[in-house]
Structure formats: C-alpha cells, structure tokens
C-alpha cells in the first residue's frame, strides 16, 4: 500500500517534470523568433510612415522609400499568381478527380514534392537557363514571375487537392448517376465546395512568392532602378531583395532603414498566412454537410 | 412473350439517340485533356530543371571537369589570373558544418515541441501552438538571413568576444530555427497518426503518460519523425538567402564554430550575377546547381518513402 | 392486383449472363432477364443477393469503382450499355435511388433544378414548374416549399431521401431504379409515393427493389427473387403471394420462413 501510493508519488514527479521539460523546448523554441520579431518592430517600426511606404529611394537607397520595390513584388507577385493557379488547379482537379492509383500518379507526386523540395537556387538557374536565355526573356517580371510559379505550384496544388477531396465521394457518385459527366459534377458540385480552400492555398501562395528571393536575382529583380517597371518586359526591383540590398550592398545604410524594409516584408506575409489560417478555421466551423 | 421484330426494331432505333456523343460529352473529354496537362506539368517541370541545368553545365563537366578537383580541391578560385581552379570541398564543408550545427539546435527543440504539442496540451492552448509554429515556418528567408546579419552577429561578438559574429554558429541557429517549425509541424502529424487505440491499451495496461509516449507512441511514429528530420536537412541544406547572409561567405573548411564559411547555395547566388553566360565559371556554377539538385531529390525521396510507409500501415 | 400490361410488350431492358464481382468475390453470376417498357419490376431477396450490384451494372456504376468488374450484356433500349458510345447519355435515361440519400449541399431547389439545368433548360418559369412538380411527386414539397433555399445536405435522412427521388424524376427518365428508397420514410408518405409510382408507369419502366414483400405486392407487376447472387425465378407478382411458383425458396422466403 505505501510502497504502491510511493510508486504513484514517483510516477506523477516524473509527469511533471516531463511536462516542463517539453514546455521548456517549445518556449525555448517560440520565445527567440518572439523576440526577433519584436526587435524588429521595436527597431523597424519607427521608419515606417507613409512616406516610407510610397516614396522613392533617395540617396543611393540610404534615404526615402520603398515604394518601387513595394510594387515591383505586387507586380511579381501577380503574374505568378496568374500563372501557378490555373496550372496549379488543374494539376489538382487531375490528381483529385481523374488520376487513379498508379506509378503515373505517383511520379506526378514525386514530382510535386521534389519541385517544392529542391532548393530555390537551383529554381534560380533553372530560370536563368530556360527562360531568360533559352526563350529570350531577358531578365523581366515575366522570366522572374515564372520561376516563381513554378517554385510554389506544389503550394496551389496541395492546397487544392485537399479542398476537393474533402468533398465526400457521395455527392460525386449522386450527380454522376444523374448522368452529369465528370467536369460538369466537378464544376457544379465539388468545387463550389472547394472553393474556399482552394483560396487559403492561393493566399499561402501569395506569401511565399512574396518573401522568395534567390529565384529572382537573376532571372527580374534589379538592385535598383530609377524608374518603374511599364510592362511584364521590364524589371523590376522587389522588396525582398531589397532586403538584401540595404542590409548588405549599401554602404553608410542607417541602421534602421533595413529593419524597416524587413518589417514590411514579414507583415505582409504574416498578415497573408493569417488571413489564410483564418479562412480555414472558418470554413472548419461552417458545417455544409 | 408476343416477339414483333419489326416494330421493335423501329422501337429501337428511335429510342437509341442517348448513345451519341453531344457536346457536353467532348467538352468533359477536353477538361479531362487540359487538366491531364496540369498534372504532368510537375513532371515536366522538374524534367526540365534537371535538363536545363545539366545542359547549361555541360560544357564545364565535358571539358573542364576533373572529378578529383570537384569533390576534393577546397580551393574554388574560379577567376584566377594563373589558374582558375573549381574546388567545392571548402564549400561542402561550409554546407555540411551549419547544417549539421542547424539540426543539433532543430532536431531536439523540433521533436521535443510536437511531443508537447500532440501528447501534453490539448483544445486551445494546442490551437495557438500549432497555428505559431505555422507562422514561423512562413518567415522568408531573407529576413531570417537579415536577422543573422543584424540582430544575431552583434549578439556573438558581444557574448562570445569574437572579431566576426558571421559563422557557422550564427548561421546553424538561424538555420535551425528556420527548420524546426516545418519539422515540428511534420513530427506533430506523425505523433497525431499514432492510433489512439495503441495509447488505450497501454494506459489500460496501468502505464503511465510518459510511459505510453516512450514505450508505444515513439517508437509507432519513428518513421514519420525520421521523415521530419530528413526533410529539415534538405531544407537546410538548400537554404541560400539566410546562409549567403549570415555565413561570413568565406571560403574555409571550419575548425570551430566561430569560422565564417561559405555554403554551395549561397555560393551560386553570390557569383552568378557577374559571370558572362556560357563561361567555364557560369558552367561550373550550374555544375553546383546539378549537385545540389541530385542531393535533396535523393533526400526527399528518401523522406517520402519513409513518411509514406508509416501511412500504408 | 395491377395487371401486366397488355401492348405488345416491348422490352426496355435485356440482361443476358450477367455476372458482377468485386476484386475476386463474386456478387452475382449468371442472370439473364428482360424487363419490358412501362411496367414495374420488383427485385426481393435476402441481404447479399446481389440486388444492389445489379442496379448498378445497369448505371454503369463499375465506372466509379476499379474494384467492380461486369461481364455480360445489359441492353438498354437494344443497346449494349458496356458498348455505349456517351455513358453520360445513357445514365441521363436512368434515374436512380440508394437507400443511403445524398442531398447535394446546394438549395433544395438546385437539387431538383440540377438535372434540367445540365439538360440546358434556362428559363426560370420553366424551372419553376419541374421543381414543384418533382417534388410534388416525392411527397416532399409541402415540407420544403417554405424553404426551397435550405441546403439539401442539411434536411434530415427522410427528407433528403425524398430529395434524392424527386432528383431523379427530374431527370425525366425512361427507366427508374429505387433501391429500397422507405427505409426513412415513415409508412403513409411511403404509401403516397408508392401510388405515385404506379401513376409514373405511364410514362416510365420503373425497377423496385424492396426488402419489403408486401410493398412489391401493392406495386410491382412482376417480381424477381434473387438469392445469392442469382435470379432464382421471375413471375407475375401476384403468382409469387399466390403459391404459384416453381421454386420452394421463392416460396419460404415470401412466406417469411427464410433465415
């Protein structure tokens, strides 16, 4: 009797002790990026101000905004957008609604999870290579915006054939026994239902595209430019690797300058990925069926 | 059965119009096309990286390459007067030490929070976890490579009282906690697959929680985790950005932690910028390309026939 | 009670050696029978008879299943359904009914609007009227008609297997297939569309299949009894409740002297 509550005595010490020590890691894990990201609110925070936001480099970039590279990643971001999605979407309806279980199937897979798993460099040459030289190009919005497709089209696709395929097989097998064919019980049914996750995956996209930078120093994205980008022909500068620039190329760059650009950066795909996990936990509670 | 061939021959005839194609019939055939092309996209995509880049990087492999030099020189001196010479070990080393260093900080900090996601913390506690360890893994890497250049080095020369804070140490922390969200999130899933029938039955056999997570939950998620660990190597090891920016990029083969390196990633990332297309240096940078393209598919596949396995079973 | 019908019978459908199997088990073998236009044909059996496979040889439900293979003829209107040129045609022709109802998560009013939408109907009165109408005649619409814009994946397990038959008669089909479609249905709306079933005999061949004896007696003009997989005799319905039948099975099962 007192050996066992001494046991028990033991057991729940251990409990405990387990517990903290994983809270501990997971603190030890979290607390550091917190204090990186106040850090930079702290140090960034007070470059910020419209002028910032829609002004011009001015001073060899040392002073004044960020407002070409603001546009330069809408720019960027945009056509790839234009691109990944459709390609994207359609690669997912296949995968989701037509593909059956086979080796094809399975190299379309390995496929998707290598072209998100190869480092983004290699993205970098593969874009420099093919589309800036190889299809003539030029490094441009639309050379750079390409290699951006391409790098996160595993984002679109995953996020999308997720959304259909939680569409339950019942609904597809009732419109098809109605005699609808496959695209028309796909266009009426399974994604309208879909659609809403197809959207956090396209929102996801938006913030990665946004934040990459090794894809488009070679292949659009300029150091600096005294004008603004006319066309997809054109380049463009972008507020990720003007990031790099300021911190890194610019000599007598004022200390808090970069952390201002860095700050606008990680809102904005913060601000992104949060409005995506807002949207899932949404649709999690709105029960259709 | 009162059988009138003839009249149930017309009868037929004109009731069969449901067995020709309409348009619906070609338009689902054309979606079925268009999508079909979607999906080999990825193949052809990935068919082409690997074609473009071996193609661009022929020329050095075919004439300038010795294999010897490639893999075991550690001097990369690609715009020498005298001799231009493409050495990668140096860079190898520099890969290899921050990401090693990388996974000394991840892999423990990665496993012991899903562990506490997935078996101490539950309803909303649980909730907010996962959504920040999903908006950590969202920071680019320039920023994380910003971070090093700024917050972090001072901090290393300060605690450390070294001349340089950009090394290896810098670099494989930031590096690590770069990784640990993506392999927290992957570890966490693999723990939740864990059947929780498994958990009953040992708990019903009066272990206790530690105990079922040690003896049973561990062991039935091994292969998930090893998933998470390999796929937060090749992460690292493909990470350019935050490595060119926080690594010091010097050339060294390190001795200690407070050595500055130079990864393969950041090399590329540095040089092609000012090397005349379809010259022996632009060649052998897409060489590195190549190499780096065979590591992580060999990685990944490798964690996706790992993570893949513990699904079948 | 009902009389078989008396034209020349045409024959709507034509099922020679049917066998069905999924994977390696087999699910029904050998069945050869002819269903004639504008009559209703009941299927009886225990579980496990096959009724439900059957059905779905007949829609060319394998499609969606790698697992079910057919092998046979079914001929639909003369027409090799295996052969068939628009699968889509085809099943269009057919309107079908499970015992598990699936509302689609749309309106109520799409999910009957949805087949003559694909059909191409565009006009609103138009659409109006066959909405009413189908759900009229699966005894649903004064239940809904209030709230045509309620989800019909959210309406409960008897409503939304009235659903599923009024999207069926919006198909307008030649040939009507209701797997045990009362299982939620509580007996009085049962009876309600059981009469409008015998109303839509004229204008459709309608195949019942009912774990319910009696229910094939109140409707169907001849009745199959399938056993295991087979067709172990077909009779004029009345025969089977009559003792007229060759086969002492048919004749313990309908008698409820079956285990």
Redesign the interface.
């Given at each position: 009797m007192f050996a066992s509550s001494e046991l028990n005595q033991r057991n729940r010490n251990r409990e405990r002790v387990f517990r903290v020590l994983f809270g501990t890691m997971t603190a030890l894990l979290v607390l550091p990026v917190i204090i990186i990201l106040v850090t930079l609110v702290v140090k960034g925070g007070p470059v910020i101000s419209v002028e910032f936001l829609f002004g011009n480099p001015t001073n060899g970039m040392t002073a004044g905004g960020i407002f070409p590279a603001l546009l330069g990643t809408v720019w960027l971001v945009l056509v790839a957008l234009l691109a990944s999605v459709p390609l994207g979407v359609a690669a997912a309806i296949y995968l989701s609604e037509y593909a059956a279980d086979n080796w094809f199937t399975r190299a379309i897979n390995l496929a998707i999870i290598n072209l998100a798993g190869v480092p983004s460099i290699v993205h970098a040459l593969f874009g420099l290579g093919a589309f800036v030289v190889f299809f003539g190009l030029g490094t441009s919005i639309l050379a750079a915006s390409l290699t951006l497709a391409i790098m996160t089209l595993p984002v679109v696709i995953v996020a999308t054939r997720e959304a259909l395929q939680a569409v339950p097989q019942s609904f597809r097998e009732a419109c098809w026994n109605m005699g609808a064919t496959r695209w028309q019980t796909i266009h009426r049914v399974v994604l309208p239902n879909a659609i809403t996750g197809v959207l956090t995956g396209v929102i996801l996209e938006v913030s990665r595209t946004a934040g990459e930078t090794a894809p488009i120093m070679f292949t659009g994205a300029a150091f600096f430019l005294p004008f603004l980008p006319q066309s997809v022909f054109d380049q463009t500068m972008a507020l990720s690797l003007h990031l790099f620039v300021v911190s890194t190329q610019v000599p007598g760059m004022p200390e808090q300058l970069p952390f201002g650009v860095a700050l606008v950066l990680i809102g904005i795909v913060l601000i992104m990925n949060s409005l995506s996990i807002a949207l899932r936990m949404y649709l999690r509670g709105k029960k259709k069926w | 059965?009162?059988a009138?061939p003839a009249?149930?021959t017309t009868?037929?005839l004109s009731?069969?119009d449901?067995?020709?194609?309409?348009l619906?019939?070609y338009?689902?055939r054309g979606?079925?096309i268009?999508?079909?092309?979607?999906?080999?996209?990825?193949?052809v995509?990935?068919?082409?990286?690997f074609i473009?880049?071996t193609?661009?990087g022929l020329g050095f492999i075919l004439e300038d390459f010795s294999f010897r030099e490639f893999l075991f020189s550690p001097t990369w001196r690609p715009t020498s007067e005298l001799k231009e010479t493409y050495g990668i070990l140096a860079l190898v080393a520099g890969t290899a030490s921050v990401t090693g260093l990388a996974m000394l900080v991840a892999i423990?900090?990665?496993l012991?929070?899903a562990?506490?996601?997935a078996e101490?913390v539950d309803g909303k506690t649980r909730e907010y976890?996962k959504?920040?360890?999903?908006?950590?893994a969202?920071?680019?890497?320039?920023?994380w490579?910003?971070?090093g250049?700024?917050?972090m080095n001072p901090l290393i020369i300060d605690v450390f009282d070294v001349p340089v804070g950009l090394n290896v140490l810098n670099a494989g922390i930031i590096l690590g906690?770069m990784a640990?969200?993506i392999m927290?999130s992957i570890a966490e899933d693999a723990l939740k697959a864990v059947p929780d029938r498994y958990r009953e039955a040992a708990e019903a056999m009066g272990a206790?929680?530690?105990q079922v997570?040690y003896k049973v939950v561990l062991p039935a998620a091994k292969n998930g985790l090893l998933g998470a660990v390999l796929?937060g190597v090749?992460?690292g090891?493909?990470?350019?950005?935050a490595v060119l920016?926080a690594t010091g990029h010097s050339i060294n083969i390190p001795t200690s932690v407070f050595d500055s390196v130079r990864a393969l990633?950041a090399t590329?990332?540095a040089e092609?910028?000012e090397t005349a297309?379809g010259s022996p240096h632009y060649q052998a940078?897409?060489t590195i390309?190549v190499f780096?393209?065979v590591i992580?598919?060999c990685?990944?596949?490798t964690a996706?026939l790992i993570v893949r396995g513990i699904r079948k079973e | 009670m009902v009389a078989a019908p008396q034209s020349p019978a045409t024959a709507k459908l034509e099922v020679r050696d049917l066998a069905i199997n999924y994977g390696t088990k087999q699910a029904v073998s050998d069945i050869s029978l002819t269903i004639r236009e504008n009559e209703i044909f009941g299927i009886i059996g225990p579980a496990n008879a096959g009724k439900t496979s059957f059905l779905k040889a007949i829609n060319r439900m394998e499609d969606f299943d790698t697992n079910m293979s057919v092998a046979g003829q079914i001929l639909f209107d003369g027409v090799d359904t295996r052969q068939v040129r628009n699968v889509y045609g085809l099943r269009r022709r057919i309107g079908v009914v499970f015992p598990l109802p699936v509302g689609l998560p749309m309106t109520v009013y799409d999910n009957v609007a949805l087949a003559p939408r694909l059909a191409g109907v565009r006009n609103k009165a138009e659409l109006n009227v066959i909405v009413e109408r189908c759900l009229h005649r699966a005894a649903l619409w004064d239940e809904v008609k209030d709230r045509l814009n309620a989800l019909g994946s959210l309406l409960s397990g008897g409503q939304q297997q009235r659903l599923t038959i009024a999207r069926a008669l919006s198909q307008e089909p030649d040939l009507l297939m209701l797997d045990e479609f009362s299982i939620a249905i509580d007996p009085v709306t049962t009876m309600r569309i059981e009469d409008v079933l015998k109303e839509l005999r004229q204008e459709m061949t309608i195949i019942l299949v009912t774990n319910l004896v009696q229910q094939a007696r109140r409707i169907a003009d001849r009745t199959a009894f399938f056993l295991e997989g087979s067709c172990v005799e077909i009779a004029p319905t009345e025969d089977l409740f009559t003792g007229e039948v060759s086969d002492q099975r048919t004749r313990d099962y309908v008698e409820g002297r079956f285990g």
């Open positions: - | 059965m009162p009138n009249r149930q009868e037929v009731n069969t449901f067995d020709h194609r309409d619906d019939w338009i689902d979606v079925q268009l999508v079909f092309l979607g999906g080999i996209s990825a193949i995509f990935i068919l082409g990286i473009f880049i193609k661009e423990p900090f990665s012991g929070t562990i506490f996601i101490f976890l959504v920040t360890v999903e908006l950590l969202a920071i680019p890497s320039v920023v490579g910003f971070i250049l700024s917050i906690l640990a969200p927290t206790t929680h530690w997570i796929l090749g992460r090891f493909g990470e350019t950005m920016m990633t590329i990332a092609l910028g297309v940078l897409f390309g780096l393209f992580t598919f990685i990944n596949l996706d | -």
